[in-house]
């Protein structure tokens, strides 16, 4: 049962209630009375001629250079001339500025202008684009006619050019006209459609500081939709401009040495994190992008096998092979699993596992006996089978992770992925499979289910060469150095950077020696399963009081030494030469 | 679950059916199909799409009424705290779901159809202060603060979403029934002046765009390309439909584009300016009919909470009028708010319909000569 309330009248207040709601409705009827019937002249007058015209002004973008001050993307003005749909919309319209142009030596029929004009059209009073990419002598020239009408508009735009063209795509990246997804995706309303806004690399990463402010002008046209008068005018501000770590000359040097081969170099500051180089090869000119590109070059550089869009220093993953056994070695010694002292006997293959399986060391007659320094030099891998079977997996994947294997770098450039460094879970997931000893054998040469961009490498053997820090990479040279310490000890370290540079002395990693710079370096060969293997060299100079860092991987380059070994050598000495 | 006994026969739903209301409505219905039809008749662009979905949609809603006739609202009622519990269940997902995406997610996607539950929650809201405030009357402080904080929390969910509008209808909702239910006056005082209090508040919450749409209310003229221009845009169309109106299809504030989402958010734009003044007042006044009718059945019926029940319903259609009838004129600021029956929308229609039915359900009850409460 319900209590009734005996003393309330709810009646009466229902009553109260339905007054305040049926009497509020004259609140509607005044709106409607004043605005319907005493300003209803006004307003018709106002709908019959929509007088208002309101034109952005595109900002042109902050310039972003090298760090020597080498403009890497800068803007040119450029013309456009614009309109109203609402006041060009009669064929005799279309004739008329289609002559005009023509008369004026610009190429085009009153049907191209239609169709050009239908195409853009979102609502009457939003301005589209008539013509663009005029010289300021041809706008001048066309305004000067007689007839040029008066609801035609020129306005500048900021054309974004690249006068780098190739050599830094892939990190400045570039910019084009904003998706219908981005429009719908932005988070402080600042976007319309037809604005240019950056699409990847420093372009994207620091768009908002780069785009400036837009300005607006508003214009009273009148009924024929001539301009009458500026109603108001906003100045568009200029972006904040970038200067860069990069090393345009030194992008050019990496670009020489890569002549004829697939792949990529990365030079990095091993102290603050600074890149210096990074050359992706194949790369593209972002300067089409920019300008809207026919859909037949677009698809052709999509859809390429060499992938030129591509940057695999960052979006690119590889298994990192032998140079991933810094990372071994840190574990092992850090885990106790070795100290300087333990060596092991390399026959040249080890066996291991129900039923045995045998893997071989690279050096099929076998190394003797090695200690963890001399099977750096060596790149001895039975030394690192053996103990990596010892250390365990987890333990080793849990190192990997200190050392930022897995995770993205954090650069300032988007499109960086993460790369994988699969363990048990993933496999038994992914692959309905356990753990095999088999699977660890691998991984301690840096094979397996291990897969790396370079950037990642380049971190790793950063934090060899400076102590311990795992540095976070970064472009933008106004970005403060940021970095997490790895737990390995000084004396640890040392040991490893011993190893490697005995490896660039007189060891596998020799190929990197003698160009100048004194390299501490190491060798991979990333083994791929679709052709020929991948050749890696990673190293850093001078090898007793480490500056910069560079990684080298040539797709299908076959063995480390002696590919990619030379370009890491002379990068280096290159970087060491300029640094004066 | 659902007690037949609860229900109506045939035989009582053709003695009781209050047919005027069924006719107001259909009125208003049919008013709207004109009206959206006109909206997609642009120049550029020219749809039916539209007005094709929407009478798919009053043909499901239509069934959906006679359901609920046949089901009663007295089942509803004794389900109510299970359907707010429902309800209030799928706020908090979106909720969640809303933060992890870090946006603004106010439905669920089934396919093609979108559910949003902030509608839902409005029919189930109302169906379960029907329920507590007759058990619990807020005539004393508990009771009072109780069902603030129930109904409260949904309207905080809902202000995360965030979905400013749905959060005021349901406040409208709640406001009506408190003062029906028998809130002293005294507290219904407080709760405004602590409703004023709390703008401030709110507005630190708000995102940059329902910011910029207060902004753009009070001065239109700030921004006049963006949302300013929407207000300014749609103030004219209005303006210009002057006494008699431009007639069906010559709107030129529509039919060019002036007007953005011409048959959602200014749908009565689109009409006030194809039917004008004469138009907007026979709007008006239907609905002012249709107000009447359905608390007529609450006057009639001696069920507290069908009294309720038909307030609260009538709290729901009158905000949502008020706020898009004005918000053409730049009366009041954009919110999104379909105008009952008229915006084009299937789950809003649906869930109108729904509380119109029950709405008729009350009517029908006085032809039950028992008025025992189960």
């Not at chain 2, 009206?35 to 009053?58: C, E, H």
């Not at chain 2, 909470?305 to 307030?311: P, V, Y």
Request: aromatic content about 10%.
């Amino acid at each position: 049962m319900y209590k009734a309330l005996d003393h309330f009248d709810f009646d009466h207040r229902l009553m109260y209630v339905r007054n305040i709601f049926i009497f509020s409705l004259l609140f509607l009827i005044a709106g409607l009375v004043y605005f319907q019937l005493v300003k209803a002249d006004e307003y018709v007058e106002l709908a019959s001629r929509n007088r208002l015209r309101m034109i952005r002004l595109p900002s042109p973008r902050g310039n972003i250079y090298d760090a020597s001050g080498v403009p890497l993307a800068v803007n040119v003005r450029t013309f456009e001339i614009r309109a109203y749909p609402m006041d060009i919309r009669r064929d005799e319209d279309y004739e008329s500025t289609a002559g005009l142009f023509a008369r004026h030596g610009i190429p085009m029929t009153s049907a191209d202008l239609k169709e050009r004009l239908e195409k853009q059209y979102v609502a009457p009073y939003r301005a589209i684009s008539v013509i663009g990419n005029l010289t300021l002598a041809q706008v001048s020239d066309l305004v000067m006619d007689d007839e040029f009408s008066r609801r035609l508009f020129p306005s500048p735009v900021w054309r974004r050019i690249y006068p780098a063209e190739a050599l830094a795509a892939h990190v400045v990246g570039h910019v084009g006209e904003i998706t219908q997804k981005e429009l719908e995706d932005q988070r402080d309303l600042y976007y319309q459609a037809g604005d240019i806004i950056g699409k990847n690399g420093v372009e994207s990463m620091y768009e908002e500081q780069l785009r400036g402010t837009v300005g607006e002008q508003v214009v009273e046209v009148d009924s024929r939709g001539r301009r009458l008068r500026n109603v108001n005018y906003n100045d568009p501000q200029k972006g904040a401009d970038l200067r860069l770590t990069l090393d345009l000359a030194a992008q050019r040097e990496a670009l020489r040495l890569m002549e004829g081969k697939k792949g990529v170099i990365v030079a990095m500051d091993v102290n603050d994190g600074s890149v210096k180089v990074l050359m992706s090869v194949p790369t593209f000119d972002p300067n089409p992008l920019t300008w809207g590109i026919s859909a037949r070059a677009w698809s052709a550089l999509n859809d390429d096998p060499d992938k030129p869009m591509m940057n695999r220093a960052t979006g690119g993953v590889y298994p990192p092979g032998s140079v991933f056994k810094v990372v071994t070695a840190a574990a092992l010694l850090m885990e106790k699993t070795v100290d300087a002292r333990t060596d092991v006997f390399c026959p040249g293959y080890f066996r291991v596992g129900t039923p045995a399986r045998t893997f071989r060391c690279w050096r099929r007659s076998g190394h003797g006996r090695e200690t963890i320094r001399s099977a750096l030099r060596d790149s001895c891998d039975v030394f690192f089978y053996q103990n990596g079977v010892k250390l365990g997996i987890d333990k080793l994947i849990e190192w990997g992770h200190d050392f930022g294997v897995g995770e993205p770098t954090g650069v300032d450039i988007t499109g960086e992925v993460s790369g994988t460094i699969a363990g048990r879970d993933w496999k038994r997931r992914n692959l309905k499979e356990s753990w095999y000893q088999g699977d660890t054998v691998n991984y301690a040469i840096g094979q397996g289910y291990l897969l790396m961009t370079p950037l990642q490498l380049v971190r790793v053997y950063a934090a060899f060469a400076n102590g311990g820090k795992l540095v976070v990479p970064r472009f933008n040279s106004a970005k403060k150095p940021e970095w997490k310490d790895v737990k390995v000890s000084k004396a640890n370290m040392d040991i490893i950077r011993q190893g490697i540079r005995d490896a660039a002395a007189n060891g596998t990693a020799r190929a990197a020696s003698g160009f100048g710079a004194e390299v501490a370096g190491k060798t991979g060969t990333a083994q791929n399963s679709h052709g020929e293997d991948h050749a890696w060299f990673v190293g850093y100079a001078p090898a007793a009081n480490p500056k910069y860092v560079v990684a080298a991987l040539v797709e299908g380059g076959g063995s480390g030494g002696s590919v990619a070994g030379p370009l890491v050598g002379r990068m280096l000495s290159y970087l060491l030469e300029h640094d004066k | 679950m659902l007690l037949p006994e609860l229900g109506y026969s045939w035989g009582e739903i053709r003695a009781g059916l209050d047919r005027v209301m069924v006719a107001l409505v259909c009125a208003l219905f049919a008013l709207g199909i004109i009206s959206i039809y006109s909206a997609g008749k642009g120049v550029r662009s020219s749809t039916v799409v539209f007005v094709v979905r929407q009478l798919v949609w009053g043909g499901v809603s239509a069934a959906v009424y006679v359901v609920i006739l046949r089901v009663g609202y007295r089942n509803f009622v004794r389900l109510s705290f299970w359907l707010y519990a429902a309800t209030f269940l799928c706020l908090i997902i979106l909720d969640v779901r809303g933060i992890a995406s870090k946006g603004a997610v106010r439905w669920f996607q089934f396919g093609n159809i979108n559910f949003q539950p902030s509608e839902l929650g409005k029919v189930s809201l109302i169906l379960f202060m029907s329920r507590f405030c007759s058990r619990r009357p807020p005539e004393n402080v508990k009771n009072l603060a109780a069902a603030l904080a129930i109904c409260g929390a949904s309207v905080f969910m809902i202000l995360l979403q965030p979905d400013l509008g749905s959060a005021l209808v349901y406040i409208a909702i709640i406001f009506a029934i408190l003062a029906v239910a028998g809130t002293p006056v005294k507290y219904l005082a407080w709760l405004a002046l602590v409703g004023l209090c709390a703008l401030p508040v709110l507005w630190k919450g708000m995102r940059a765009y329902q910011r910029l749409r207060l902004i753009v209310f009070l001065d239109p003229y700030i921004d006049p390309q963006g949302a300013g221009y929407n207000v300014i845009q749609s103030r004219i169309a209005v303006g210009s439909g002057g006494l008699w109106g431009k007639g069906f299809l010559q709107g030129t504030q529509g039919r060019l584009h002036f007007l953005p989402a011409p048959h959602t958010d200014f749908i009565f734009s689109v009409f006030a300016e194809e039917f004008g003044f004469i138009g907007g007042i026979i709007v008006i006044t239907l609905f002012a009919c249709l107000f009447w009718r359905i608390l007529r059945g609450a006057f009639r019926t001696k069920d507290t909470r069908a009294k309720l029940l038909c307030i609260g319903v009538v709290a729901w259609l009158w905000f949502q009028l008020m706020e898009s009838i004005a918000m053409s004129m730049g009366l009041a600021p954009i919110t999104g708010l379909p105008m009952p029956l008229f915006s084009y929308g299937g789950s809003s229609l649906l869930m109108v319909v729904i509380a119109l039915a029950l709405a008729q359900s009350v009517a029908i009850s006085p032809v039950r000569e028992n008025f025992a409460h189960i």
